[in-house]
Each structure stands twice: as C-alpha cells, then as structure tokens.
C-alpha cells in the first residue's frame, strides 16, 4: 500500500476548495434548476471529488460522490428534473462529504451513517423528467483562479518581517548618538524597503470578504428552512474588501452566531409578522472601510430586544444596581448581554439566545484588537456593530509613559491626543464642545501613582480614545512618539491577562506591552 501520508494536507486543501465550490453552485441552482451550466458544474464538482478520495483510498468518500453522481449525469441527459427535494438531498450530501472529509484526515471512528442518505437519494432520483418546451439558459460558471500558499510560509513571511522591522528600530537607535547623515539617509531608504515589502506580503495573506458569505447564505438558508421562516439574506457594500486571512478565519465564529441568533431569535415566524404588518423577514450583512479598520454590521427587521425585560432580569441576577437602571444606555445593555449565561432564563424570552455566547463573541472581537457596538428599537430589530482591524501582526501604535513604564495603544484607536490641567476630583471635561469622561489609564491597569507633584497644579497629557463607541479621556504621564511595530502575542498564562493585546520590542531593546483598550473599560 502506497504511503499517503505526505498528500493529506493537499487532499484536504483541494477538497475544502471544491466542497465551497459545490455549495456556491447548489446555491445557484437552488434559483435556477433548470440550468445545464450549473448543473454540468457540479457534475463536475462531484466527479472531482470522487477521484481525489478513490486516489487517497477513502472509500466511504468515493461512494458517496459517486451516488451523487448518478443522479446528476441523468439530469445532464435531461432524464430527470431537479425538484427542490433532490436540491436538497445534494445540500445534505455536501455536508455528509465534508463531515466524511474531516473523518478519513484526522482517522477518526465513523460518526456519520451516509448509506441511508444514499438510499433515500436514489430513492428521489426515480422520478422521471416530464417533456418540457422550457428553454434552456445558460450560465457560465468559472472557478476561482489562485495558487495555494501554505498558511505557515506566509506567517513565516510577516515573522521575518517584524524581525526586521525590530533591527530597524534599533539602528535607529543606536545612530542617534552618531548623527550621520549618510547612515540616516540609508536608514530611510531601508525603512521604504520593509515598508514595501510588508505591503507585498501582506497581500498575500489578505483574503476578501466574499470568501465567506457563501457559507452565511447557506447557513441563514438552512436555518430559515428549518424554522418555516421567510427571510431575504443580503450582503451589502464593499465585499471586496481584504482582511488578513487569520483574521478572517477568527471573524467566522462571531459572524455565524450573530447571524444565527438574527434568524433564530430575531425574526419572527410568518404568522406573527403578518399580524404586525411586516412582510418576508431581512437579515443583512454589511462591510465597509473606516482608516485602517473594517467595519461590519449584522442587521435584522426583527421583534428587537426588550429592555425592560432585560434589565428587569439583569436586577434579578444582581448584575446591575436598581440606582443605575434609569441611566443605562445600549453599551450597557450589551455588557449585560455579555454576561455568560445572562439569557438562559426562560422567562427572558423576548431575548432568548441573544446572550448566549455573546460573550464568547465580544472576547473574539476584542481579541483581533476590534470592538462590538449594539443598536436594538423593540419591535423594529437590532444591529450589531463590528469594528475590526485590517491586520494584526504589524500596525502603528502611540507610545506613553506610566511612571517609568512604556506602554502601546494601536492609532486605530487613538482620535486625537491633548494636553489639560485636571484637578483630583474631575471626571470629565470639555472638548471641541463635546463633554468627555476621564479616566486614569494607571487606575484601569492597577498601577499605583509615583507622581509626586499635586494634580491641582499639572497639565496632564490626555489620550482621547473610542472604547466601546464612546469617547474616553485617557489620562497617561507622557506622550511619547508615534511607532511602527511588530506586535507578538502573548505566550500562555500570560495571553489570560485581561487588557493586553500583544507585546512589542523597541529599538533600545525594551519590551513592550500593547494595551488592548476594549478590554480594560
């Protein structure tokens, strides 16, 4: 038996690449049945499958692509139609591949029973196709043209990079001292070159949103279906826009559940709708470019989030103070949502499943260095608001002091920096006639004041910052430069620590701590 071991990874990179096709033709199809290109394509798709498994010697794989097969070759003879039910029979089939996939790679027992779904699939495939006088339209379908890149060669790339960009910053370092104009001259021509560099390598890594919103069409499908429920699912603005692979991957997870949850709880069964004078329910999924961040909307026209019974409920589990429940705003409201197994109760309907992993969803956001922002009208639906960088391995930070420490805040979140005398007691101040609320950054970090001069008689330097959609005053020692850096994670335990979001090394040799502002409010 031949050794296969060295073509696993490549079988399940070119499998994972022709399941997402079969699923964007199934999708298609599902609109146009009756159309050859479409149904030639998966024909294909399936056929493709079929002899990459035969090869790896997966033959659980190999008989399962080839009943789908069958079926497909009759209707390209026009010897059977496609109904919705054979449709759906292939949905199923494409998921059964995938499971099966991840079974035969990883040499794990079968969990999933396929010789009933072709059973039931032959079964389906007995009808006969009536003579139609339906003319027949054509699509032309193209595969994605691309080359596939080991995704460890790439991080290897941007490691090798941020190495360099660390050396550069400590040539700069030691050069201070000597004054050469020809070495500062060099310096800038080298800096031009990493700068161009990164932005290569970047690219490569960069994936566009669209490459997922196939997977999103066909879990708001399912779902909907499932449920009896009628829902138009759309992508709206830029789906063009890149994000860097790692990121994108994290993204899923949120984007999944929170689009669930829109189609779950959010939109009401048809009946209910119906009564309220609302039509086929609308979940939408937004992309648009903010500087050097991504900001993504997760919308629904559903029942809304009633805030009433929230924090009706939030009093009951002692989560806020009966003192504050006048006062709190929709930040609150979704901090209250974040609370693990906030929405469990069952007598928290209206809400029910909107805090349900919410919380893992804000920590995921707020992991990529992101932010999560929430808009809710009862009755009319509820938005989510993601804010997500572009890229997280090398970024431009504001350095500022803290007694003796340095410490990194990304510019993404830095609106503007000030400078303003604050007396002890003061909680918030005037700027460009907006009223900002205070707060110590040595306070939020647990740091005690070495400051031995009085605050009544100090101008503080003050970073004015977005945390959580809101602009906060962030009172720091000093202000010191504007960096490129190189940002690498936190090693475990150390990646527990609430409020760091990586750590970085200066061109003098110290290291760094990136602060990660969403998680310190």
């Known amino acids: 038996m031949q050794n296969i071991s060295k073509y696993i990874q490549i079988f399940l990179t070119d499998s994972r690449k022709e399941l997402e096709k079969m699923n964007q033709i199934l999708l298609q199809l599902e609109k146009d049945p009756q159309n050859t290109e479409l149904i030639n394509a998966l024909f294909r798709t399936a056929h493709a499958l079929k002899g990459m498994a035969a090869t790896m010697g997966y033959q659980r794989l190999t008989e399962l692509c080839h009943a789908l097969e069958e079926p497909l070759s009759k209707a390209r003879e026009e010897k059977l139609e496609l109904t919705n039910e054979m449709i759906n029979l292939f949905f199923e089939g494409a998921d059964l591949i995938s499971g099966l996939v991840e079974e035969e790679v990883n040499e794990s027992p079968s969990q999933l029973e396929y010789k009933s779904f072709i059973t039931r699939l032959k079964g389906a495939a007995e009808f ?3 003579p139609s006088s339906k003319e027949r339209i054509t699509f032309s379908y193209k595969p994605p043209q691309s080359i596939s890149v080991d995704t460890h060669i790439l991080d290897d790339f941007i490691n090798i990079v941020g190495e360099m960009i660390l050396r550069r910053n400590r040539l700069i370092q030691l050069n201070r001292p000597l004054f050469s104009y020809e070495i500062e001259e060099e310096m800038e021509t080298l800096d031009n070159l990493i700068r161009e560099l990164y932005s290569q390598v970047l690219k490569i890594r960069m994936l566009p949103v669209s490459t997922i919103t196939d997977l999103l069409h066909r879990i708001v499908r399912d779902l909907a279906q499932n449920q009896g429920k009628e829902i138009t699912f759309t992508i709206e603005g830029d789906k063009e826009i890149n994000l860097d692979r790692t990121i994108l991957e994290e993204l899923m997870d949120p984007l999944i559940h929170l689009i669930r949850n829109a189609v779950d709880h959010g939109i009401e069964p048809p009946a209910i709708r119906k009564e309220k004078g609302k039509g086929r329910g609308k979940v939408s999924l937004k992309f648009a470019k903010e500087r050097d961040m991504v900001r993504v909307e997760v919308k629904d026209d559903g029942e809304g989030i009633d805030v009433g019974k929230v924090k009706e409920q939030a009093l009951k589990n002692n989560i806020i103070e009966k003192e504050k429940l006048d006062s709190i705003d929709n930040e609150d409201i979704l901090t209250i949502l974040c609370t693990p197994g906030f929405s469990t109760s069952k007598q928290l309907t209206e809400v029910s499943g909107r805090g349900v992993g919410l919380d893992v969803v804000k920590e995921k956001v707020e992991k990529l260095g992101g932010s999560i922002q929430m808009r809710s009208e009862y009755g009319a639906g509820t938005v989510f608001i993601l804010k997500i960088p572009v890229s997280t391995h090398i970024i431009y930070a504001l350095l500022i002091k803290l007694n003796s420490q340095t410490f990194a805040i990304p510019i993404t979140k830095v609106l503007t920096t000030t400078k303003i005398p604050i007396k002890d007691t003061q909680k918030a101040f005037i700027f460009r006639d907006e009223q900002i609320r205070l707060v110590r950054l040595k306070d939020l970090l647990g740091i005690k004041d070495h400051s031995k001069e009085k605050e009544e008689t100090k101008q503080f330097p003050v970073v004015i910052a977005e945390i959580g959609g809101k ?5 720091v020692d000093e202000l010191l430069r504007i960096d ?20 970085t090394i200066l061109g003098d040799g110290r290291m760094v701590l990136v602060l990660e502002l969403e998680r310190l409010r």
């Open 484 to 503: 490129q850096i190189f940002v690498k994670p936190l090693g475990k335990p150390l990646d527990k620590i609430e409020g760091f979001y990586g750590v």
């Open 128 to 130: 006969k196709l009536t």
């Open 471 to 475: 602009k906060r005053g962030l009172i």
